[in-house]
């Protein structure tokens, strides 16, 4: 299910790939802590969005912070609002999967369902969940479990 609010993603260290900063597409929200996924024209907007301004051609990693360029954060102020720029970060990240992996996974390839879920699979079910090509877009690779068991994916 897709993000209505901001959530806090548990993080393993690792040496981080580069972070840059982008713009949040015009007419869309992205919450921090969520995929984000950038399109052709450098704009950012939350994984497994559609009619995006460009085509979404890479997931980028993860929101640093809420930003709202949409109709509606004309009611908010100051830094959540409008289309400066945002940070994203890479690094490994427990986030939830579709469906359980297990340890004969590791080191494969996950794929952005939307701005909160991955899936091992690379197919979407749904015209909400895929790139115009029909294919998801890729995270990162499964990384490992903590001992409870939560999964870890490494953007990079």
């Not at 790939?17 to 982008?22: A, V």
């Not at 969005?49 to 912070?65: E, F, H, K, L, M």
């Not at 990240?93 to 794929?111: E, G, I, K, R």
């Amino acid at each position: 299910m897709a993000l209505k609010s901001d959530r806090p993603v548990s993080e393993k260290n690792v040496p981080h790939g580069p972070e840059f900063g982008h713009s949040v597409a015009s007419g869309f929200r992205v919450y921090r802590g969520s995929l984000v996924a950038v399109c052709a024209d450098g704009t950012i907007v939350p994984a497994g969005s559609t009619n995006t301004p460009s085509p979404p051609v890479a997931i980028v990693g993860i929101a640093r912070q809420f930003k709202d360029n949409s109709p509606a954060g004309s009611t908010l102020n100051g830094d959540m609002v409008g289309p400066h720029p945002i940070w994203v970060k890479k690094g490994c990240f427990a986030l939830p999967f579709d469906t359980a992996p297990s340890w004969a996974n590791v080191n494969q390839p996950v794929y952005a369902i939307d701005d909160e879920t991955v899936s091992l699979s690379h197919e979407g079910s749904s015209s909400g969940e895929s790139s115009s090509s029909g294919s998801r877009l890729q995270v990162g690779t499964l990384a490992g479990f903590e001992t409870n068991g939560t999964p870890y994916v490494l953007i990079s």
